[in-house]
């Protein structure tokens, strides 16, 4: 399997992302054929901080698991609004 085959498995899915020059915690917003577009999340105030789109040959690493991974998860889904 090839890494833009399972970077769209991930597509709208948190994870840790690791590329050349940085490395954010987010979500995979979309997958093309050669750029990943990428919501930044601080980890502090669990706000979207930014977006950014990158080639996805620079992509050196993701962790799509793991217990920050998991504290991001349950943040983001502790504001979205309950629906009755």
Do not use: C
């Not at 987010?26 to 977006?51: A, L």
């Amino acid at each position: 399997m090839k890494m833009l085959e399972r970077l769209k498995d991930l597509e709208h899915q948190y994870v840790f992302l690791r590329w050349v020059t940085g490395n954010e915690y987010g979500k995979i917003d979309y997958v093309g054929s050669d750029f990943i577009e990428f919501s930044v999340i601080d980890v502090d105030t669990m706000e979207y901080r930014e977006t950014i789109i990158l080639n996805s040959q620079l992509v050196l690493e993701i962790t799509f698991g793991g217990a920050d991974v998991a504290r991001i998860i349950a943040e983001r889904s502790s504001q979205l609004p309950s629906e009755w």
